[in-house]
């Protein structure tokens, strides 16, 4: 039946109002969600999209990418996570060429974790240089600061520079082009590069960028060299550096009045005077190393926690424990963020509940834990969005298993996304193997009421494979499942993957990974085999169930459900021989595996 006329305007009046609406939809599930609708309305996605994440590891095509996605602003390039060895190590260039020819808009280039060369760095700089306003480069080698010298040369209208983890050991030349070419920048982070020879060229740029520079971090420096530069950088908000000077030296030495963040990695008694007097406006705090003489460890920071009523972001390794934790609960109030990296107890952590009830992500290292604890997380910390506590191997009592916390934890915590429990090592070599920190009754609280978690990372958990089983059966936002010796067997684990879609990777990075198992430890993670491509296309096509059918129609949820265990069985006796296969074997299992897929769609 042909469309009615009154149809046709309806559609054309649906695709105007979609042309308009889409662009103001930022998310990026929500995005992918949208461009499933129709081919129309991905068209239009790949038209309006200004941002974009690609895990090159999965996706291998530049040139299909820039077709339809033409008008990308900000691009971000993503290799292999850490985990991986450097046989999967994966190289730009193929995208630097292709960024060459076409993304004629793009203004913000992120890498990270990818094989970056000198002629990558030049071609970028010569071909899209003067374009670029952002270029952060993270956990990436294979580059000199050769190629850092042509971005310094060509990249003058750079607001954004972060080289993150990037361990350059050669000249200072590229620093001074830097200096002498740059208006404009805003932020340069280089933390993990030496310039502390290069305090004149610091200097020059925070002369030639006195109205744009707001944040400075670097690594080794001495604040003696740079009064110049602080006089200049009159803007300059957020500052890191591991700071090398004597007291002596720094008599009469001022930050900027505008000072809202400081990160330094060693700030003895000698030099805490330089900082107590703007500390009331601080905003962030990284602190790793202090050292007071008053306390019997020297390393108290509470001094600091008292004068700072305004901070919002706070890393620290004090030593005080509970004490430090009752002082920073009592003075900061206004905490989003904290991060505690040395030892405390189940008090301090209900301490820091009650008083820092705006919290929003938390992570802590603790000698013992209890059900009481977390249900007082629950009770006061409603905006919660992250949870990361580590017990040390020198736990003294520890309440396990923490089901009925955990519980209570998650149903007060509602906006929870991240939870990462870690046990350490000595709990099952104490003999806590039948208990672990959470039962199968725990993993089923997760899946009830852990509807918002998007990353979960759990050690020594559950008594059998039926705990596995009931968390496949909830958490639809999961993005990342990490799991730390764990009693569950390989068809299991095989299993979990088929099951639960969102471990697919597509369109965010996520994945299932795991550790050694409880009772069987093998040499490899899941993560790590060859079975990569096979399972997305797999999770990809299960997606799809609903629409199988056959020459005679529908198939039945039975003989989809023996496809489907089938297909299991043959992937769990694959990871079982993986590490003793030769290469003809894999090979012919793979060829099993494909089959078995065909069969299943």
């Known amino acids: 039946m042909a469309p009615t006329k009154n149809t046709s305007e309806v559609t054309k009046v649906g695709e105007e109002v979609l042309d308009l609406v889409i662009?103001?939809?930022?998310?990026?599930?929500?995005?992918?969600?949208?461009?499933?609708?129709?081919?129309?309305?991905?068209?239009?996605?790949?038209i309006t999209r200004k941002?974009?994440?690609?895990?090159?590891?999965?996706?291998?095509?530049?040139?299909?990418?820039?077709?339809?996605?033409?008008?990308?602003?900000?691009?971000?390039?993503?290799?292999?996570?850490?985990?991986?060895?450097?046989d999967y190590a994966v190289r730009i260039t193929p995208w630097i060429q292709q960024l060459a020819l076409k993304f004629r808009c793009?203004?913000?280039?992120?890498?990270?974790?990818?094989?970056?060369?000198?002629?990558?760095?030049?071609?970028?700089?010569?071909?899209?240089?003067?374009?670029?306003?952002s270029l952060k480069i993270k956990w990436c080698k294979g580059f000199s600061t050769d190629g850092l010298r042509h971005v310094s040369n060509h990249c003058n209208q750079l607001r954004t520079l972060s080289l993150v983890n990037c361990h350059l050991v050669k000249d200072g030349i590229w620093f001074h082009q830097l200096a002498l070419n740059s208006t404009v920048l805003e932020r340069l982070h280089v933390m993990r590069i030496d310039i502390s020879d290069y305090s004149e060229d610091v200097t020059l740029l925070a002369k030639n960028c006195c109205?744009?520079?707001?944040?400075?971090?670097?690594?080794?420096?001495?604040?003696?060299?740079?009064?110049?530069?602080?006089?200049?950088?009159?803007r300059l908000e957020h500052f890191g550096g591991d700071i090398c000077n004597e007291e002596s030296q720094l008599v009469g030495f001022q930050?900027?009045?505008?000072?809202?963040?400081?990160?330094?990695?060693?700030?003895p008694v000698t030099r805490y005077s330089i900082v107590l007097p703007f500390l009331i406006q601080i905003r962030k705090l990284k602190l790793e190393s202090?050292?007071?003489?008053?306390?019997?460890?020297?390393?108290?920071?509470?001094l600091l926690f008292k004068r700072c009523p305004n901070l919002e972001v706070l890393y620290t390794e004090d030593v005080c424990g509970d004490r430090g934790l009752q002082v920073i609960s009592k003075f900061c109030k206004k905490l989003r963020k904290l991060t505690y990296k040395r030892v405390a107890t189940h008090v301090g952590l209900v301490v820091v509940a009650k008083g820092c009830t705006n919290l929003e992500s938390l992570k802590v290292r603790l000698e013992d834990i209890s059900n009481e604890a977390l249900e007082c997380l629950g009770a006061h910390l409603k905006n919660l969005r992250e949870f990361r506590m580590y017990l040390d191997r020198k736990y003294r009592t520890t309440d396990l298993p923490l089901d009925n916390g955990i519980r209570a934890m998650l149903m007060g915590c509602s906006k929870l996304e991240r939870l990462d429990i870690r046990l350490s090592l000595s709990h099952w070599h104490g003999g806590l193997t039948d208990v672990g920190s959470l039962t199968n009754v725990g993993l089923e609280y997760i899946v009830k009421y852990g509807a918002n978690l998007r990353s979960l990372s759990l050690t020594l958990i559950g008594n059998s494979n039926a705990g596995l089983v009931k968390l496949t059966e909830g958490c639809p936002r999961l993005r990342k499942l990490k799991l730390w010796y764990c009693p569950f067997s390989k068809q299991a684990v095989a299993s979990s993957v088929f099951i639960l879609p969102s471990l697919s990777g597509r369109g965010g990075g996520g994945g299932l990974q795991l550790g050694r198992y409880l009772v069987q430890r093998p040499k490899y993670a899941l993560s790590n085999t060859p079975t990569h491509s096979h399972i997305k296309d797999?999770?990809?096509?299960?997606?799809?169930?609903?629409?199988?059918?056959?020459?005679?129609?529908?198939?039945?949820?039975?003989?989809?459900?023996k496809k489907h265990e089938n297909a299991i069985a043959n992937t769990a006796e694959w990871l079982h021989d993986i590490d003793s296969a030769s290469v003809n074997n894999l090979q012919s299992k793979q060829a099993r595996l494909e089959s078995s897929c065909k069969q299943l769609f």
């Open 211 to 234: 109205n744009s520079l707001i944040s400075l971090k670097i690594g080794k420096c001495y604040l003696s060299k740079l009064r110049d530069a602080f006089r200049y950088a009159a």
């Open 538 to 561: 797999i999770i990809n096509g299960l997606n799809k169930e609903n629409t199988i059918t056959s020459e005679n129609g529908r198939l039945s949820k039975e003989e989809i459900k």
């Open 106 to 133: 793009l203004k913000e280039l992120h890498i990270h974790s990818l094989v970056v060369h000198d002629n990558d760095l030049e071609k970028l700089a010569r071909t899209r240089g003067k374009d670029l306003r």
């Open 23 to 46: 662009p103001y939809i930022h998310n990026v599930e929500d995005r992918n969600s949208v461009s499933l609708v129709s081919r129309k309305v991905c068209e239009i996605d790949g």
């Open 255 to 267: 930050f900027p009045p505008n000072m809202r963040s400081l990160i330094t990695g060693d700030l």
């Open 290 to 302: 202090v050292d007071f003489p008053f306390d019997r460890d020297k390393k108290c920071q509470c």
């Open 51 to 86: 941002r974009l994440t690609v895990h090159t590891l999965l996706y291998t095509k530049p040139a299909s990418l820039s077709k339809r996605f033409p008008f990308i602003e900000s691009l971000t390039l993503k290799g292999t996570p850490s985990r991986f060895n450097d």
